[in-house]
DNA sequence: TTGAAAGCGCTAACAA
DNA sequence: TTGTTAGCGCTTTCAA
């Protein structure tokens, strides 16, 4: 509000009412009997004077602000829109604004954010930026700001948790199923648990049914829709090349498309394609994608809800862990592999998803 | 911040520092002299205690939050997002953070949006959202808080606009001139000046060379993904099908590049398509789309400091208004029309721009 | 170079 | 049923 301007507060209401400012607070709040009368006086003058209460004032005094925070690491992939969304409908249902912090992928910036967070003394907030160290986090404990995070596992705040380890096998696995052999993964961003856990699952998946697997299948990408693209070149020059590919999220396996198009390699026909994220405009690509979804809008919702829960104290003290699963949502960017080779004879007789077991991995290849 | 929690104020610091709170809070803003051995004990003490002000305290004797706010109408189209990302960035530089509303494309959500705004004392809006009567707005004019709006033209405030007829017109002429004459358009909410404005566009191109117009080839659209799938559909059935169609937004159009694909219609071999706004995913579909860019990221991080310039009074009274321009990025998705029609002859002379005039347009149909 | 004290606009304990 | 008053944690004027 610029320097000049009029600012009406409750003592104006309380003047033109002719009640006191405590009245004047308890009826708007609906916080103790007033008698109908007083009660009609101050709505009128309210609204006479266009009165709005200033929720600054009252925050300093209630020590709540009604403002959550959301740190995300990117705005460039949909799928934090899509979360940001869910996010925002569940809390402006209960009464709370959300403030969005993209921390473009930097610690650096998410650490900035997270100071002015706690001089604005937000309510709380939603994690799903870098991961790091809980050590960095300390000035959030100290402040006792209740958090909570997505997808990133830190020791002493509530998260939910995606299975990415059956994510990836389940991706895996479908192209498996489909007689794929020679299938490539594109990864994300290597330090972080997602990437690893899902070319854990990967692995995985084909070491139980002792599928081939080659370092050079392993293609590192960063998340974005250019890092798929270039995969895609990446991909095209190999020889024999897969025929298959599992990128870690959707927005890669879109750049993949556009990637494979352009060297003139046909979806499904030529290669399969399996993304992760569930995007909601996975259906609309051309050939619609195949991919893994953990239901975004509802992880969301839950996310939300579990944050406002702490804020109103409901955990007491036990961490919260919920780690939610995931399903294989196959569209028309898959196929069966072409050609008819011998182990296939052993999948007409119906291979069933293996057991998960813990296995000895290779290290992932640096990130190019 | 919790109940139970210990909270540490300036009072603190300056006692753990033998000063005022007066001197505390000058060290900490800067604001005045103080000497060089003080400074170092209320510096030690911030730190000794992990000292974090409160704004919230501040703001209210400031009158001043250090918080925009951005009301969009909705988080499914990407535009938004990449939008949001640039103010998000431009207002981080200069020390303020966005709360992000997103309506939905409800009025009743945005004005609720704007109560709380108004109550939390935001320091300035971007406003993005449904049209409406200026008049609807008269609370934030008596709260006197800074607005600026996108690509909606409000009376009283500030404005970025873009030249939707501008744009219409290019993606129109763009098909014209690859020698298609049977050109749909799949329009947004028809009730936004957006659409009309394209629309506008749309039909000054066909008129300024006499191309033919049917009725039955404005498709009704919504903006998003699935209103440009149904569009397909309903092109598909058309007889004679015309042979491209301009979407008024990138998301139709990506819609469009599926339901099109559904119906084994091949772009742009059978039919050619442009989109508009350019989103980043614009590059990466199949075929990449040919789309009218209005530069999201430039426009946005222009729209956040026309907002911060109005904050900080740079304007006195005088609103803006800043139109920008748009330019047509040829991808794959439009090809020449097949065939040799005798009109095609003129245009290997070279069809030129022609000049933008105003014309009187059929209205159009009623959304679906 | 420093500090005391008066607010900023509310809520809520206490009193009437 | 209503009002007085003491804060909430700061900034800033005024005085020393």
New binding site residues.
Partial sequence: MPDGAQ?????D??RVA?????????V??N?????Q???RRVLEAVQALN????S???A????ETGLIAMVIPSTGNPFFGELGAAIEARSFAAGYNVITCNAERSVAKADKYLEMLVDKRIDGIIYISSDRSTGQLQPLIRHQIPMVTFDRDFTHFDSILLDNFQGGYLATHHLLELGHRHIACVTGSQMTSRASDRYRGYYQALTDVQAPFQPDWIIAGNWDYESGRRAAHRLASLDPRPTAAFAMNDAMAIGLLAGLSEVGLAVPADLSVVGYDDISIARYTTPPLTTISSCIAEAGSQLCQMLLNRIQGAYDDDVQKITIGCDLIVRGSTAPATGRLPWQKHEEEGLRLPGLQTHTLPTLPPTG
């Fill in positions: 600012r009406i507060t409750i003592y209401v309380a002719g009640a006191s400012i405590t009245t004047v607070s308890h708007l709040n916080t103790r009997n007033v008698r009368e007083t009660k009165y709005r209460p200033n600054l004032a009252r300093l005094v209630r020590h």
